[in-house]
């Protein structure tokens, strides 16, 4: 008792101060006060008692330990199996556990008065039917503290439990499941948009090859051609030298013949119309001369403009 009290205070404490309660230390209190609950001496079981229900209020830890891992409403309901099936006992054995089982049943209708607890599911229903049991074996107004008062004064507590706990499990997994439902959905959107996105980036790709391949053929073309036009412009290139040179040559030709033509007309001009007096035939000379000399000027110069 003094360990559990020792316990009490130091979990007590470590509550109000804001620190982190130990687990083993809240087994190591509910091992140590159901223990001494279970005692035959009925003033140390009330006080044991009064002592759990104390912690259980005290520390939010110890009373959600107590319903879903201490396995407590599992013993209670071991404890109540052994109260009914106990009738070959002594009328003092069935005294002393009947003080027992009461113990049980206040820690549990404490328990059953607080709220948002998660309680073991498979324990409760468990202790229900029991309680059922002991709340129909026997008709009538029953007193208040009478075990089968308080088997009955709990079950419909319980069974709202049970009811309550059942509807927030099917809503979490009803949540869990929209919650599953839009995480595929979004996966399903994103393997979409990866699909369009590769089959855009294939087409790009695709589309990028063509041009390339294209490119190359214009190239291999080019290079194909590129020996014939080099052959077709060196055949034009002597072509055009051959025709300059042929028309430099007929142009040659034909200023001999109007360079020979017009110096010979001239001569015969001047010969034939000499006069006999000798200042006529110098000035007859002079002019005539100039006259040739300019014709053969215009003859050049034309010679020069056909070249």
């Not at 008709?139 to 075990?147: A, F, I, P, R, V």
């Not at 994103?190 to 589309?207: A, D, G, M, P």
């Amino acid at each position: 008792m003094n360990q559990a009290l020792c316990l009490s205070i130091l979990l007590n404490f470590n509550s109000k101060s804001g620190l982190a309660v130990n687990e083993s230390h809240i087994q190591t209190l509910y091992a140590s006060l159901i223990q001494t609950v279970q005692s035959a001496d009925e003033a140390i079981s009330e006080s044991a008692n009064i002592q759990l229900i104390q912690a259980m209020k005290k520390l939010p830890e110890f009373k959600q330990f107590l319903v879903q891992r201490s396995g407590f409403l599992k013993k209670t309901t071991e404890i109540l199996l052994q109260e009914n099936s106990s009738s070959s006992s002594s009328s003092q054995q069935i005294i002393s556990n009947d003080h027992v089982k009461s113990a049980f049943l206040d820690i549990i209708i404490q328990l059953a008065l607080q709220k948002n607890l998660k309680w073991n599911q498979i324990e409760l229903i468990e202790l229900i039917n029991i309680l059922e049991v002991i709340a129909g074996s026997e008709e009538g107004q029953q007193e208040e503290d009478s075990l089968e008062a308080k088997a009955q004064q709990l079950l419909p507590l319980l069974k709202m439990k049970i009811s309550k706990q059942g509807k927030e499990s099917k809503q979490q997994n009803c949540d869990e499941c929209q919650k599953l439902g839009e995480e595929l959905h979004q996966k399903e959107d994103k393997l979409i948009r990866n699909e369009e996105q590769k089959r855009t980036i294939e087409e790009e790709s695709r589309r990028k090859d063509d041009i390339i391949r294209q490119k190359d053929i214009l190239i291999q073309r080019i290079e194909d051609e590129f020996p014939k036009n080099k052959s077709n412009v060196r055949n034009a290139k002597r072509i055009d030298v051959e025709n300059v040179h042929l028309r430099a040559n007929i142009a040659k030709s034909r200023i001999a013949r109007i360079v020979h033509g017009s110096v010979k007309n001239v001569i015969n001009l001047i010969v034939n119309n000499v006069p006999k007096k000798g200042q006529n035939v110098m000035n007859v000379r002079n002019g005539y001369a100039e006259n040739a000399k300019n014709n053969v000027k215009l003859v050049l110069r034309n010679a020069v403009l056909i070249v």
